[in-house]
């Protein structure tokens, strides 16, 4: 792990408080969640729901990923054997690749990646091979996933909406991903997190749903970005009984359990109506469009940005070559910390001049921050 000590974050966030700058690095919002949930949990805090949950999480909540999952998308998983809580979806992953993949398996994931991708690769022993969503559009290289894949290939590792690049794959690449699955007989692990973060009108598809998917995938989110609580860490993990206690078995030796009372107040928002999910991402839209609108008042050309928390930017549309170079001296120069998207390339060189700004902040936030950058 001697490759995975320090991270991008920690450092930008360090020149944030040194310097005051406007943090756009970190994916956090700087607003609370829905009303009812954080009183839902506040109320389990003093009505003692405070030790340990079951293993596989409480029951109200895996009654509710199921209840979520059939509405929306028509998605059915049985609460009692299919349906896992986990600690995040980082530990999720993480778990999900530990139990599927022995050492000197390969990994195919969509490059970039979020960055405990390729840690939690490693310390499964296995070997992670990217396939690279190249800019300006990151559309899926159906011909480069097709090479990618080798006899070693255990898992498919896919992450749409897509952070960091904020891509949301399309039907056809979608149906291209899951033909490779099918085709290879590979395990496929799907980080879904911005599920409800999709702008536009444009949808997201589970890759469970497709022909031949969902006995081969483990389906991965979780609350924190949906209803901006990212510090409860409660994710969950759908999928078929035995990839299930798969995952378990490694969960049970690392957290165990945990997050006892927010998880009935996810199962609170998860049961919201759609129209409340919708007003989220509504705002949430909102916030990117008034972020885009300062970065191009700065001259700075703006890549997507479909769906999550987070838009890209090339900064040679002002003169600049270098990412890093750029985020270390931005929060001097404009007062704005943002992140270089090559950290998270396999291939830095291919993403040098891209830098990732993120819009999940108040809107007097976002004004202030571009009022900064034009400052460029």
Request: hydrophobic share 45%; charged share 20%.
């Amino acid at each position: 792990m001697r490759a995975f000590r320090s991270t991008v974050f920690a450092e930008m966030t360090q020149l944030a408080t040194a310097t005051g700058a406007i943090n756009l690095g970190q994916g956090f919002p700087d607003t609370d969640g829905p009303e009812e949930v954080l009183e839902t949990a506040a109320r389990a805090v003093r009505d003692g729901v405070n030790q340990y949950p079951p293993a596989l999480g409480h029951t109200v909540l895996r009654e509710a990923v199921c209840a979520h999952q059939e509405a929306w998308y028509g998605l059915r998983y049985d609460p009692a054997t299919e349906v896992l809580v986990t600690t995040g979806a980082t530990e999720a992953v993480a778990a999900s690749l530990l139990a599927l993949c022995d050492p000197g398996d390969e990994v195919v994931a969509l490059d970039p990646t979020y960055d405990s991708y390729a840690a939690a690769v490693a310390m499964a022993h296995a070997v992670l091979r990217p396939v690279t969503l190249r800019a300006p559009d990151f559309a899926l290289d159906v011909a480069a996933l097709r090479a990618a894949v080798t006899g070693r290939t255990r898992v498919l590792l896919v992450n749409s909406p897509h952070n960091p690049t904020g891509r949301v794959l399309t039907e056809e690449e979608l149906r291209a991903l899951a033909e490779v699955a099918v085709e290879h007989d590979l395990w496929v692990v799907c980080d879904e997190v911005y599920e409800h973060l999709t702008f536009d009108g444009r949808p997201h598809l589970p890759l469970a749903g497709f022909p031949g998917m969902r006995e081969r995938t483990v389906q991965v989110s979780s609350a924190g970005k949906t209803f901006s609580v990212t510090g409860w860490k409660i994710g969950w993990v759908c999928a078929p009984a035995p990839l299930v206690r798969a995952v378990n078995t490694v969960k049970q030796f690392t957290t165990f359990s945990g997050g006892a009372p927010f998880q009935p107040a996810v199962a609170v928002g998860l049961g919201l109506p759609p129209a409340r999910l919708q007003a989220i991402r509504d705002r949430l839209q909102a916030g990117r469009d008034l972020l885009v609108q300062g970065l191009h008042a700065a001259g700075l050309q703006t890549l997507g940005a479909e769906g999550t928390y987070f838009v890209n930017v090339d900064i040679a549309s002002i003169g600049e070559s270098d990412g890093i170079a750029f985020c270390r001296s931005l929060p001097e120069r404009a007062g704005v910390v943002a992140v270089p998207s090559q950290v998270f390339h396999a291939d830095p060189d291919s993403a040098r001049t891209l830098v990732r700004f993120a819009f999940c902040k108040r809107p007097e936030v976002l004004a202030e921050a571009a009022e900064r950058l034009a400052r460029l």
